[in-house]
């Protein structure tokens, strides 16, 4: 279906910098290099001289292959090229310059591929335009790349982020998911992580769990552009098919405007939508963008305003940003933003980490931390830290509520449904206290003379008064007693907050009191 938006209008609205997924045609058309089925013909004639040896490859294999035409082609081919190695004398000088990959048992064809992308000479690459543009915007207009290609093209371009190739370093590394670059089908620097048959693919395919994972963390947060594939590209058709499997097609339907396919077309430019039906009631729609000038669409990335740099971003995380584990119970843990940081306690040590406060990055926070924080004001915790990210998941583990009001009154975000069930359903102190304790209040109200904090505090005493303090009225309840009350049991050790429900219940009522104005 024809779009009236134009390629300008599609980038801008993206209004983030998006994540590349870069393949074969990417290379093609900056470094002339082959796509997949010229990459084949070429080794085959490495060891044949049979011009028909690729449609003899091909007249032998199923169309319908679940992998693809190609790998199942390159399966076959990686058997008679191994055999070539070790038989033909031709490769005496592969394998000399090799020994050491293939003494390991990594295959001679994966190699021999690996040498030849190793080989390219980048620095001869003509610099044109659309280059020019890339290394403009890579700094800070592209939040990351995801690639199937075993060149280290991207590599040259995007110099200042971090490479991860290959299934086994993808999994085992600490990533931080901006300002990187995943080869996910290996690199030729690296011949045993090359993704090519379709054996590779079915082994890649079982051990694929953690990196949908991260695809598909990354294709929520982030806009997705392709360039380099083919629409109906099987390797793209099998991620799309993976993405599908994990989400309901309403949450699908909050991808089309982020995901932009950029097709090579040598006639005029045009921006369509398209869609995949996986035929099980599950859609995928993506905006379509077919031109053979990418210029326009690197130029609108520019436009994109990023206050910061994705690899300096990266760099706090990876580098100040630590999760510390302190066997000291009394260390204090805080979460901060840089405007709070002439409030700490100078009597105290602190470990303090950098985090992304929009992303909801930070060290785990505990409920107790955050009812101590309500009544000591000591966990300098940033608003939209606790309210977008922890209330939302803590809330579901404790049945009782949490304070919330303190975070809420300097939080200008949308807040989670919980949340909101969690205003609604308490808007006056009576909505605190459970059945029997509603059936409590008059008697006890009964047996007091008067009615105030400190009253109760006096006939009960400190460790018990706050079992008793609820039972009040809001006009009877000043706000700066029960306030140093609470701050006296809590830094004195009379009471613990831990698995103490009553005390927790006294500290959202105070926080729903001073703070839910």
């Known amino acids: ?209 953690y990196l949908t994972a991260k695809l598909l963390t990354i294709f929520l947060e982030y806009p997705i552009i392709f360039i380099g594939y083919s629409i109906n590209d099987k390797n793209i058709k099998n991620i799309f098919s993976s993405i599908a499997k994990c989400l309901n097609q309403e949450q699908l339907e909050k991808l089309k405007q982020r995901l932009i396919f950029i097709e090579y077309d040598l006639g005029n430019t045009s921006v369509d939508t398209h869609s995949i039906d996986f035929n099980n009631g599950k859609i995928i729609e993506m905006i379509k963008i077919k031109t053979n000038n990418f210029s326009e669409i690197y130029r609108n990335l520019k436009e994109i305003k990023a206050k910061y740099s994705p690899r300096v971003i990266r760099d706090l995380r990876n580098e100040i940003y630590k999760l510390v584990e302190d066997s000291n119970p009394n260390s204090l843990v805080v979460a901060t933003g840089f405007e709070n940081l002439n409030k700490l306690d100078d009597t105290k040590f602190y470990t303090i980490g950098i985090g992304i406060k929009e992303d909801g990055y930070g060290i785990p926070i505990t409920a107790e931390k955050i009812y101590e924080d309500i009544i000591l004001d000591n966990g300098y915790f940033m608003p939209d830290l606790i309210v977008s990210y922890y209330l939302p998941t803590l809330l579901k583990t404790n049945s009782g509520g949490l304070p919330i009001y303190k975070y809420l009154k300097d939080y200008k975000g949308n807040i989670s449904e919980n949340i909101k069930n969690e205003i609604t359903k308490r808007t006056e102190l009576k909505d605190f206290l459970n059945k029997q304790q509603n059936n409590l209040k008059e008697n006890y109200r009964n047996t007091l003379n008067t009615k105030t904090v400190s009253h109760i505090i006096h006939q009960e005493g400190n460790t018990e008064a706050f079992k008793k303090i609820y039972f009040l009225e809001k006009d009877e309840i000043n706000l700066d007693d029960l306030e140093n009350y609470l701050k006296n049991i809590i830094t004195q050790n009379l009471v613990s907050i831990k698995n103490n429900s009553e005390l927790k219940r006294l500290i959202r009522i105070y926080d729903f009191l001073k703070f839910g104005k």
């Open 1 to 209: 279906m024809k779009s009236q938006k134009t390629i300008k209008d599609i980038i801008i609205s993206l209004n983030k910098q998006p994540v590349l997924f870069i393949g074969s045609g990417f290379s093609k058309r900056y470094l002339g290099l082959e796509n997949w089925e010229e990459l084949l013909k070429k080794f085959i004639f490495d060891i044949s001289d049979d011009e028909f040896k690729y449609e003899m490859y091909a007249n032998k294999i199923s169309e319908e292959d679940y992998y693809g035409k190609q790998a199942a082609i390159a399966k076959l081919l990686e058997k008679d090229y191994n055999k070539a190695v070790f038989e033909n004398s031709k490769f005496d000088d592969f394998k000399i310059r090799n020994k050491d990959f293939i003494k390991k048992g990594i295959s001679p064809f994966k190699i021999a591929i690996a040498e030849y992308f190793e080989n390219i000479n980048y620095d001869n690459t003509k610099e044109n335009e659309e280059i020019k543009l890339l290394k403009e915007i890579q700094q800070r207009n592209i939040s990351g790349i995801i690639t199937t290609n075993y060149d280290k093209f991207l590599e040259k371009i995007f110099q200042n982020f971090k490479i991860f190739a290959g299934q086994e370093e993808l999994i085992f590394s600490n990533l931080e998911g901006i300002a990187e670059i995943y080869k996910i089908h290996g690199t030729s620097c690296s011949p045993e992580t090359i993704i090519i048959t379709s054996d590779d693919y079915k082994k890649f395919e079982e051990k694929s769990d």
